[in-house]
């Protein structure tokens, strides 16, 4: 048996068509089964633009093209024409061998018989938040990408069968132009948005102008495109796509989105190396707000408090962090500066929080590192404090317990931070195991006057003690808050009361002013 006749044993293993094109789209080798039952691919397929074989794709041959030597495209979903009115679901793959490029080769499986192409109903678009949400798999999948978007005139104000027959028409026009058929979104009643091939030369407003008038509806559409840079960061793409359309939704929307993108991409990419050279220099500074117990006021440890400049909150620049996968790093730097804060002379036994992000608990390196940072005086671990935050949440709660359990098997305590204020606070407490639990100051900083606060926090008072977790309440800015919480029995209380965050810790207090703090943000995330 000839190695061909192997290999093609191989590749039809796992595809029912094996089909070689010119890097123009023409079919110059095919073999196996046609789409219609009963015919070669050889023989109906041979000598033809690959894009007549298709229905409806340009977005396939847009990615195919793209196919570089040595790689492999992404798995496409595409229907075939299966003779008059019929068409066939396929998975097609698209590779090109070095020894044969520039030629490209693709692998078709079936999927199902053929059908009518009247049945064909397109799928509903996406929403933004899945739209966005599937944007970075389609960006990293599939190079060549630009993100348009399409305002139609007309459409908001249809009512009745011909409405639904119009946006079914827009629904099938963006998905036979989109990126592996599916993404589309629909932002608001006028104006829609995909991702489709940069060179797809479609003129998608005329195409939804001539739709409205086969359904007798006057229509107006205009498009507008930006290059997806190839060369660019995914993440910074998906930052700078989801802040264009946020302002799309924003009152007015936006007159030019292609060129907010562009912007925001740029100002992304600036900001991030920005970012990464501020943590590779170290060039932010640590502040300690004490934490004291409600009983004694005693300083019992101190909050690291990340400061990027005198005035500026650094919630920001985490959360853009946390965004672009740079916040693990950022953690450590964190970690660092706070752990030659403890080994200075005169340091004595102070204890110390510092914050983590839950995006860093998503793989084992920072454990490691932090681990690793304290091997040569395991005496330290007991003066930390890890505080776990809710600004990424946990997208493997499990896997995060595991990593949490390595920390507190090394004596460093671990608390949730910020309980409360966000959706997934309950089901941090009921999966991980913790030493403390702090109390968000949206519930704390009322409980004085407010009967609904009071009654909230006493319930997660008491549900911290039945867990035999301590609580700290932050955001105490009165005696007769720090009274209250006391007699519901939290354990250690923070705020301006006991102290503001300083450049050096100070265990020393003197109560400060309890003049109300307006829009004030004290922790780093």
């Known amino acids: 048996m000839s190695l061909t006749t192997r290999l093609l044993g191989l590749a039809f293993a796992s595809a029912d068509a094996l089909v070689e094109l010119t890097p123009r789209g023409d079919v110059v080798f095919a073999i196996g089964a046609a789409a219609q039952l009963g015919h070669d691919a050889g023989v109906a397929w041979k000598n033809r ?31 075939i024409a299966a003779g008059p009115g019929q068409v066939r679901r396929a998975f097609l793959r698209a590779f090109v061998l070095p020894e044969l490029a520039p030629a490209i080769s693709c692998a078709i499986a079936y999927d199902g018989p053929a059908f009518s192409i009247a049945d064909l109903q397109p799928t509903a678009l996406l929403d933004v938040q899945a739209f966005l949400a599937d944007a970075g798999r389609i960006v990293a999948e599939t190079p060549g990408l630009s993100l348009a978007f399409l305002d139609v005139q007309g459409v908001a104000g249809l009512s009745g069968d011909a409405a639904d027959r119009v946006h079914q028409r827009i629904q099938a026009t963006l998905q036979s132009a989109a990126a592996q058929g599916s993404s589309a979104a629909k932002i608001t009643a006028e104006r829609f948005a995909l991702l489709r091939p940069a060179d797809d030369q479609r003129d998608l407003a005329a195409e939804i102008i001539e739709a409205g008038k086969t359904e007798g509806v006057a229509l107006n559409a205009e498009t507008y495109a930006a290059p997806v840079p190839e ?55 640590i502040h300690y707000q004490p934490i004291v117990d409600l009983s004694t006021r005693a300083v019992h440890h101190f909050e690291a408090l990340a400061r990027f400049s005198p005035n500026n909150s650094p919630a920001d620049a985490i959360r853009m962090a946390e965004e672009l996968d740079l916040i693990e790093s950022f ?37 490691e590192q932090l681990l690793h940072m304290t091997s040569g005086a395991p005496e330290e671990r007991s003066r930390l404090i890890v505080e776990v935050t809710e600004t990424a949440a946990l997208a493997d709660i499990e896997a995060a317990n595991r990593r949490i359990a390595a920390l507190r098997a090394a004596n460093i305590k671990v608390c949730i931070d910020d309980f409360g204020a966000g959706s ?22 009322d409980i004085d006057t407010d009967n609904r606060a009071r009654t909230m926090l006493r319930s997660v008072t008491q549900l911290c003690q039945s867990l035999n977790l301590e609580t700290i309440a932050e955001m105490i800015e009165t005696e007769a808050v720090a009274a209250q919480l006391k007699a519901l029995g939290v354990t250690y209380g923070q705020g301006w009361l006991f102290g503001r965050a300083e450049a050096e810790p100070r265990t020393s207090l003197t109560t400060v002013s309890a003049a109300r703090r307006r829009g004030a943000v004290e922790a780093w995330g």
């Open 49 to 79: 633009p690959f894009a007549d074989v298709l229905h409806d794709g340009s977005s396939a041959m847009a990615a195919i093209r793209h196919t570089r030597p040595g790689a492999r495209s992404a798995q496409m979903d595409i229907l």
């Open 424 to 445: 997934a606070a309950y089901d941090y407490l009921r999966n991980l195991s913790v030493d403390a639990v702090k109390i968000d100051g949206s519930l704390v900083r």
């Open 231 to 285: 060369q660019s960061d995914n993440l910074c793409v998906l930052r700078a796509m989801r802040f264009a359309i946020e302002d799309c939704l924003k009152d007015g929307g936006l007159a030019n989105p292609q060129i907010a993108f562009s912007e925001s991409l740029k100002r992304t990419l600036r900001d991030a190396e920005l970012f990464r050279n501020l943590v590779k220099a170290r060039a932010f500074q």
């Open 331 to 367: 953690d450590l730097a964190v970690a660092e500066k706070v752990l030659k804060r403890m080994r200075r002379p005169g340091a004595g036994l102070l204890k110390m929080a510092i914050n983590v992000s839950g995006a860093s608990l998503s793989s084992d390196a920072y454990v």
